[in-house]
């Protein structure tokens, strides 16, 4: 199986700051990487989709890059309403999928 | 657009079975991925595996294989879960995703989520 090591697994900022999390596969997964939020009591929404797209209607702060096995999440300046728990997520055709272990996202 | 709604919440004694729905309206129901993801509180989220309803046959995730049957049936547009053995650990979320485009497994489409509590 691929193992995705997600990381850091909390952090805490203020408005307005740059927030980054990363994302190692044990392996090359291509462009199949996309990044989820979870916020308590909702369903995951998907932010970005193929490592870099964003998806309909996610605010422009919301960011992905990488290649290969190493990617990148940022939000550019955070806001209070991305409270959260960010999670990568890597899927093959076989179907292979992984998520990663989450990094949850807390206000200063 | 694919629109998923899941039944209701669920409370089943350990070593039973529940068994989840997901009704999709939207998008080509036969060609799109349906896969079940739970989440346990204060763990991460865990793909259980999926099915696309034209090729019939289910893909599970070796945690959970021999103990999940994922389905789908064409007539009534709903994908369904069945986890066997219910034990406490078990007790989670579980969600119904749907890919963002037939036949891929990016989970574009969510259902709204169904609570299964495991307690004796």
């Known amino acids: 199986d691929i193992q995705m090591t997600q990381s850091p697994s909390s952090l805490s900022a203020s408005v307005g700051d740059r927030v980054t999390i990363t994302c190692q596969a044990s392996q090359d997964i291509g462009n199949f990487l996309n990044w989820f939020q979870l916020k308590p009591g909702k369903a995951p929404k998907l932010l970005i989709y193929e490592v870099s797209n964003l998806e309909a209607g996610v605010p422009s702060r919301f960011s992905g890059s990488g290649s290969g096995s190493k990617f990148t999440f940022t939000i550019s300046r955070l806001q209070p309403e991305d409270v959260a728990t960010y999670y990568c997520h890597q899927y093959d055709h076989l179907p292979r999928v992984t998520f990663g272990g989450g990094t949850k996202v807390e206000m200063k | 657009q694919v629109h998923l709604v899941q039944s209701g919440p669920e409370v089943k004694k350990p070593g039973s079975s529940v068994k989840v729905s997901c009704k999709a309206s939207g998008g080509d129901f036969n060609s799109n991925s349906f896969s079940w993801v739970r989440h346990v509180p204060g763990q991460g989220l865990q793909w259980m595996g999926g099915?696309?309803?034209?090729?019939?046959?289910?893909n599970y995730a070796q945690r959970f294989q021999g103990r999940v049957t994922i389905t789908a049936d064409e007539r009534t547009r709903t994908a369904y879960m069945e986890l066997r053995n219910l034990r406490s650990e078990d007790t989670a979320i579980y969600f119904c995703?749907?890919?963002?485009?037939?036949?891929?497994?990016?989970?574009?489409?969510w259902g709204q989520g169904t609570l299964v509590t495991v307690s004796s």
């Open positions: 995703a749907g890919g963002r485009l037939p036949g891929e497994w990016s989970h574009g489409y």
């Open positions: 099915i696309i309803p034209i090729f019939r046959t289910a």
